[in-house]
């Protein structure tokens, strides 16, 4: 079993800032890496930001240069750091992991999401 506790989302106005944290644990022998999604009402989730456990760094274009992600492998946990918001930012953000059990083979977990808004 494996849990991923995900927080950080709120309201903010445009040009602000927030960060999102999420922490997996349970029954898990590797981590390859995690990161979040997000989900637009009515469309598909999108990458957002991901990283590895060796801390290579994935982003999609549009949040390049103004979100960060980060870990700390030893306690699984990810945190995004999210300036310079943009209302097209506004999504809910969902924290996943992709792992492997112990003597298992890999696997993806989704969080519970949290919503971002940006608005005025």
């Known amino acids: 079993q494996v849990q991923l506790v995900e927080s950080g989302g709120g309201l903010v106005q445009p040009g602000g800032s927030l960060r999102l944290s999420c922490a997996a644990s349970?029954?898990?022998?590797?981590?390859?890496?995690m990161g979040w999604h997000r989900e637009i009402p009515g469309k598909d989730r999108e990458l957002v930001a991901s990283?590895?456990?060796?801390?290579?760094?994935n982003y999609a274009d549009a949040v390049k240069g103004r979100f960060t992600v980060s870990r700390d492998s030893a306690k699984n946990t990810v945190w995004l750091q999210m300036n310079s918001l943009k209302p097209e930012d506004t999504a809910i953000y969902y924290c996943?992991?992709?792992?492997?059990?112990?003597?298992?083979?890999?696997?993806?977990?989704w969080g519970q999401g949290t919503q971002v808004t940006v608005s005025s």
């Open positions: 996943y992991v992709d792992y492997a059990p112990p003597g298992s083979y890999p696997r993806i977990y």
């Open positions: 349970g029954n898990i022998f590797t981590i390859f890496h």
């Open positions: 990283i590895t456990n060796g801390g290579t760094t």
